[in-house]
């Protein structure tokens, strides 16, 4: 079955220890991307990657950090999290960008920073 | 960038009534999602509809590119139709989905 898979699901943790938030797809997808859904503010994207190995800020990177080492695999870094960052992340894929391809979105991870 | 307006932000229905829920956007687009996020948050992707008709069940979706909107039409509501209905498209100058704010629909039985 296609599909984009997160994990956690849910993630509670504290100021400053470091975490990571997984991301994998299975339709051997060149694009993938990473939300954020704050109420109010809706969904706003953090980091994109057009394909391994390149990776660009999208509208609020500020305190993430991707890597995109293999085709598959997305992981979204919090290298020192703030509450500020407590929010429902998503990660998406699709096959490309710009050539009328559908996006695949993730179960979401709802993380709280204490 | 693209801009994506939703309407109505809200949306109360009685089980079994019918609705049209509408999706305005300001360039043309590559891409045009319609999605459902559940009480629980999960993102459930209804239709990829960049132009013309589709159905699924009791729901189906129109997009008129060239007039840049979308109509996602839901017939014979049940309660389990309750959440949030996004719209979402893919612009040509855009390197995200960009995201309409949203139309709550609640269906009371």
């Known amino acids: 079955e296609a599909q984009v898979t997160q994990n956690p699901r849910y993630l509670i943790t504290v100021t400053g220890k470091k975490l990571t938030v997984t991301c994998s797809q299975n339709m051997n997808h060149e694009y993938m991307s990473w939300y954020r859904q704050d109420p109010g503010l809706g969904l706003r994207q953090i980091y994109y990657?057009?394909?391994?190995?390149?990776?660009d800020k999208g509208d609020v990177p500020e305190g993430y950090k991707v890597s995109r080492k293999e085709k598959r695999n997305f992981p979204l870094i919090l290298e020192s999290p703030s509450p500020n960052q407590t929010s429902l992340y998503f990660c998406a894929s699709s096959l490309t960008l710009h050539r009328n391809t559908e996006a695949f979105f993730g179960q979401g991870t709802r993380l709280t920073v204490v | 960038g693209i801009q994506v307006e939703q309407s109505p932000p809200d949306l109360i229905l009685q089980e079994g009534a019918n609705s049209t829920l509408r999706c305005n956007f300001s360039?043309?687009?590559?891409?045009l999602q319609w999605f459902h996020q559940n009480p629980w948050g999960q993102l459930i992707n209804l239709f990829y509809i960049p132009s013309g008709t589709k159905q699924n069940g009791r729901l189906s979706a129109t997009t008129v590119a060239t007039e840049r909107y979308s109509l996602l039409y839901i017939s014979s509501s049940q309660t389990t139709d309750s959440g949030v209905y996004f719209c979402?498209?893919?612009?040509?100058?855009?390197?995200?989905?960009?995201f309409g704010a949203g139309t709550r629909l609640t269906v009371k039985p």
């Open positions: 979402a498209v893919e612009g040509p100058y855009n390197n995200d989905m960009r």
């Open positions: 360039d043309s687009v590559n891409n």
């Open positions: 990657s057009m394909n391994v190995e390149v990776t």
